[in-house]
């Protein structure tokens, strides 16, 4: 078989996976059962056509909109679609067919952790505790790709006692966390899967990262206020608030960071 149309089938797959994990990172914050529940409308509780719960199809096809069209879908559902059908091919093509295999669930574990953090700054424990136990397992079968399980267990400790470490030290200088304890989890659960070689440069990453975000986040707020009326006048009457976040999840710039790791560099850093 050409490899294109590998390429192509393991992009629908990621799409397909992309609308699991949507399902899976919602019910996960809601506490509903993702395993036997079926797709339901956002504003009602029919039940989701095969059509209507097609990847990026779907979407398009309803217009953004639910099902009964009351209410708008985020488009993020859209993105985590089309970004998890890139990035399976992408995976595919940078990485052994064994290790690739190896990695699959990691990186739809690390794909919910990223939802739940985005939507709701947390990071669930089933997912980030199961990772870690995942991860273990594989590391004592052998498997392509991941550290030994000794490396494994170094990592996951390095990982935890890092952050942890990072966290106390800002709290005794600021007086408040800089961190939640889910990001000691989830760094945690990062040194199984990659060993404690891949921490410092992981954290580094995901902190420059997370500082260009925040310096872009503060000047866009400025940039917002310098535009909003001072007071109610002919121009300004109607405009609502322009509301900038000013808190961003750690594990949001954790998790790229990871797939950086994973996709780009060499794999004998990896084991």
């Avoid at 956002?42 to 953004?64: H, V």
């Avoid at 953090?117 to 790709?145: H, N, Q």
Wanted: glycine share 10%; net charge positive.
């Amino acid at each position: 078989m050409p490899k294109i149309y590998i390429y192509v089938l393991l992009a629908m797959i990621g799409a397909c996976l992309g609308s699991f994990i949507n399902v899976v990172a919602l019910r996960t914050l809601s506490g509903d059962d993702w395993v036997r529940a079926p797709s339901t409308c956002f504003a009602c509780p029919r039940r989701l056509g095969f059509g209507e719960n097609l990847p990026i199809i779907g979407w398009f096809r309803r217009g953004g909109y639910c099902a009964c069209g009351d209410r708008r879908i985020p488009v993020r559902y859209l993105g985590v679609e089309l970004v998890l059908g890139g990035l399976l091919p992408l995976a595919f093509w940078q990485l052994d067919l064994a290790v690739f295999v190896s990695f699959l669930p990691f990186i739809l574990m690390a794909s919910v952790i990223f939802l739940t953090d985005l939507e709701s700054f947390i990071i669930p424990d089933r997912v980030t505790l199961g990772g870690m136990v995942l991860g273990l397992v594989l590391a004592t079968a052998d498997a392509p790709g991941l550290p030994s399980l000794q490396q494994a267990v170094y990592g996951g400790v390095g990982g935890f006692a890092l952050i942890y470490a990072i966290n106390a030290v800002y709290k005794l200088l600021r007086k408040r966390d800089s961190m939640g304890f889910g990001d000691v989890k989830l760094m945690a659960m990062l040194g199984v899967w990659f060993g404690p070689v891949s921490l410092l440069p992981i954290l580094f990453a995901a902190s420059m990262a997370g500082a260009v975000f925040g310096i872009a986040i503060i000047l866009l707020a400025r940039t917002a206020q310098a535009y909003q009326p001072d007071h109610q006048s002919e121009w300004g009457a109607d405009r609502a608030p322009i509301k900038i976040p000013m808190q961003v999840p750690f594990g949001c710039f954790l998790v790229p960071a990871a797939f950086g790791w994973l996709l780009f560099v060499p794999h004998a850093l990896l084991a």
